[in-house]
């Protein structure tokens, strides 16, 4: 008799411990991954500051660093002094209007004098005090100023279709070089490095005093505030899941105990493909898997590549 209670004694932690094991038992493992943003260099040049390390947090929009920007200033200038020389190479036509107009002005002043000296003719004809050749004189007078007149308003159209011509000629340069300066305040707003998103510096890839090219990486970053699980799953444990429900993710705390993650669904493959080499899923015969992507708050503890399991029920 005492020897079958000292063995259900022994047998019973045994069962606890069974027990214990299928509650944590998991649905799926993976790795946890954040989304990495590689910050370039978007003009070449020397670098003269790059004000981060390893590690440092940095906020959305913040200055981290400088490219020289003085070969693009003067570069700037040269295009503005341009600008400048083609201004002085047109042509003002307005004294040469004004010159034509007063012409204008005085031809008008003596067809009306022309015309009144016909009238007071005409009258003196009436009276016998005038000859009709002195008639004559003063119609053919007022026609010669009237096509004067006509010819002038001709020569002002001219003018201003000639100087408009030459002046369109040198000016078309103007909006290519106005391009020009525009591109390179662009270029000088970039000499800037600003960082793209808040997060976490991974990786230096470059150090101050270092020439640089666009498009050379400077630095990784990600926003480790929110990491992600990606585990895979069998077909047969689709039905289970959907996207926007609520799981838990399970961290080792101890060799023997895990800590506890809400977490939620964010994507599931529509596509299966081949079981990854470093993954171990629930079925092992299982050839085809679909990956899921869970998102978990980061209380700091989490990292990338750190191994975690995750219960969808």
Not at 151 to 178: A, F
Not at 209 to 230: F, N, Q, W
Not at 289 to 306: E, S
């Amino acid at each position: 008799m005492k020897t079958r209670i000292l063995l259900y004694i022994a047998i019973l932690p045994a069962l606890f411990a069974g027990c214990n094991s299928n509650n944590n038992a998991s649905d799926a493992s993976g790795t946890f991954e954040a989304d990495e943003v590689i910050v370039s260099a978007e003009v070449p040049g020397k670098i003269m500051a790059l004000n981060l390390d390893e590690g440092s947090i940095l906020k959305k929009d913040s200055v981290v660093g400088e490219i020289d920007s003085i070969p693009l200033a003067l570069q700037k200038a040269q295009i503005e002094a341009s600008i400048g020389a083609l201004k002085q190479k047109t042509t003002d036509v307005r004294p040469q209007i004004k010159m034509l107009q007063d012409q204008i002005s005085v031809q008008k002043t003596q067809l009306d004098n022309a015309m009144t000296e016909r009238d007071r003719t005409a009258r003196l004809i009436k009276a016998d005090a005038a000859t009709t050749k002195q008639l004559d004189d003063w119609n053919n007078q007022i026609d010669v100023l009237k096509k004067q007149i006509n010819v002038t308003q001709q020569q002002i159209k001219v003018q201003e279709t000639t100087t408009g011509t030459q002046n369109s000629s040198i000016l078309s340069e103007y909006k290519p070089l106005k391009s020009s300066v525009a591109q390179i305040e662009d270029q000088l707003k970039r000499a800037n490095i600003t960082n793209p998103i808040g997060g976490t510096v991974l990786t230096k890839y470059a150090m101050a005093g270092e020439e640089t090219a666009a498009g050379k990486a400077l630095y990784k970053i990600a926003d480790l505030s929110v990491i992600t699980l990606r585990v895979y799953i069998t077909g047969t444990q689709l039905s289970q899941i959907k996207l926007n429900q609520n799981v838990k993710v399970l961290v080792d705390s101890t060799a023997s105990t895990y800590k506890t993650y809400p977490g939620i669904i964010t994507f599931i493959s529509d596509k299966a493909e081949f079981t990854p080499k470093t993954i171990q899923t629930k079925d092992e015969r299982a050839n085809l898997v679909y990956a899921v992507k869970i998102r978990v708050k980061n209380d700091g503890l989490l990292k990338i590549g750190m191994y975690g399991e995750v219960k969808f029920n």
